[in-house]
């Protein structure tokens, strides 16, 4: 067991305010279970010494879905008081889905939380997840390991969530019982929630058969991660090319490239130009990559993408199939095809829709005429519905395009930002928030 890296909540707590030159106020997310009840008083204690320029509130949301849950958010709404810590209970309303409980229930917790922390000033939330977490993370994700072994870095430090707040994990390194024994002396009890002992979790199952097994990765996978990233993001700077604002294209220097790196490029290019949320899978890459290594002209389509192979350059695009027209209500919002945030502040509602017949292509001599067709065939039209001399109109300057990435945009661990920032510079979108520094 790699004991080196582990650490007492006291100090984790202590690493990371010393961390931090700008005062930050963070939002503490607690449950009331043992984990985020210690962070919650190992962050007071610290912020509490003389001269800190940091402070903490906390928020615990009810997810109502046991009958107790309220009670335990009252139970720590008390302790934060008895503290002056200013808190916040978020209740997750409505129906509730019959299945996939747990991702709808963190979407939610998410969610609620961020908003708790704009109301009440925080610049960075705080949650309480150990080194026994990630080490059972890393296990299920090893047991279904199917996109070249990327999960297997485990939990980041630090995940930006929506591109609004960063969520910092500071007790990684710090296991349970360390937690547990350090409350203890405190004379400061916690809520076991009953789900967390439930073997018809993944999650508890791996617990309960890991015992006192080792807790943090014994590998700098997360390291080697952040490398990669960086480096994907350097062959994006150098070799990429937008078209279009939706057609990529990497010049013939990509090829040089070490083979893990252009395979990460590509797999993370082919995820965002298909609009999706996970990255193709490793059977699907190494096809991929036998096809660039081939050097002959040939395309490929993976994650609703299509790769294309034409004289040395790479072109990666959107697949035609399956891109849908929507309509977008008056005055809302709708994220297109996965590829664009399509806002429409007008009072009318409209359409959108590829429309090749309408498309005008941008003029280009490296684009194959084939290729400009294709663009057209992926590419947002937007036609308003109201009255028939709106209809084909084109969208008034209110109307707003952006191109969208799920794959980074809703949960962005630390050790992707470099090539997320570096195609978000390719799509000419606003950089993501900076880490807490
Ligand atoms: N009801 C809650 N209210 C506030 N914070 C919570 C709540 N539940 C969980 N958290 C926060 O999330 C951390 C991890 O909790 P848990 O392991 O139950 O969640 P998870 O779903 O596994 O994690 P993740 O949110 O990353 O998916 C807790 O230490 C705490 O900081």
């Not at 294309?308 to 709708?334: C, G, H, N």
Request: charged share 20%; net charge positive.
């Amino acid at each position: 067991m790699n004991t080196s890296l582990l650490t007492l909540p006291q100090d984790a707590a202590r690493r990371l305010l010393t961390s931090l030159r700008k005062p930050t106020r963070f939002l503490a997310a607690v449950s009331g279970g043992s984990d985020s009840t210690g962070l919650l008083i190992a962050l007071h204690r610290a912020v509490s010494q003389h001269d800190c320029p940091h402070s903490i509130a906390a928020a615990t949301v009810d997810h109502a879905l046991r009958p107790e849950s309220t009670a335990e958010a009252r139970t720590v709404a008390s302790l934060c008081a008895s503290l002056d810590i200013p808190h916040r209970i978020v209740t997750w309303q409505g129906d509730k889905p019959s299945t996939g409980i747990s991702a709808a229930a963190r979407q939610a917790r998410y969610r609620l939380l961020s908003t708790a922390a704009d109301e009440l000033g925080a610049t960075a939330m705080v949650t309480g997840h150990t080194a026994d977490d990630q080490y059972e993370t890393i296990a299920m994700r090893a047991a279904r390991a199917t996109q070249d072994n990327l999960g297997l870095s485990g939990m980041a430090a630090a995940t930006l969530y929506d591109r609004r707040i960063w969520v910092l994990r500071p007790f990684l390194a710090v296991r349970r019982a360390a937690i547990r024994d350090y409350l203890s002396e405190a004379g400061i009890g916690w809520v076991d929630d009953p789900s967390n002992v439930d073997p018809h979790y993944e999650r508890v199952r791996i617990r309960l058969g890991h015992g006192a097994r080792p807790s943090t990765p014994e590998n700098n996978a997360a390291e080697r991660r952040r490398e990669l990233s960086s480096a994907a993001a350097s062959l994006v700077g150098r070799c990429a090319t937008l078209h279009a604002g939706c057609l990529v294209s990497l010049s013939a220097d990509a090829r040089n490239a070490a083979p893990q790196v252009l395979r990460h490029t590509l797999a993370t290019l082919a995820t965002i130009a298909g609009g999706r949320t996970y990255r193709p899978s490793a059977a699907a890459m190494d096809q991929l990559m036998q096809l660039v290594a081939s050097g002959s002209p040939g395309r490929m389509t993976l994650s609703g993408a299509l790769v294309q192979l034409r004289r040395d350059d790479i072109y990666i695009m959107r697949e035609v199939r399956d891109v849908l027209p929507r309509d977008v209500a008056a005055q809302s919002s709708l994220l297109w095809d996965g590829r664009y945030l399509i806002t429409n502040p007008s009072d009318d509602r409209f359409h959108v829709h590829p429309d090749a017949a309408t498309f005008a292509p941008p003029a280009s001599d490296t684009l194959s005429p084939a290729m400009l067709r294709h663009i057209g065939r992926i590419t947002p039209e937007i036609r308003f519905h109201s009255g028939s001399a709106d209809k084909g109109a084109p969208p008034p300057d209110t109307v707003s395009i952006t191109p969208a990435f799920p794959l980074f945009d809703h949960f962005l661990p630390d050790f992707d930002l470099p090539l997320a920032e570096a195609i978000a510079r390719l799509f000419g979108r606003k950089a993501y928030l900076p880490l807490p520094a």
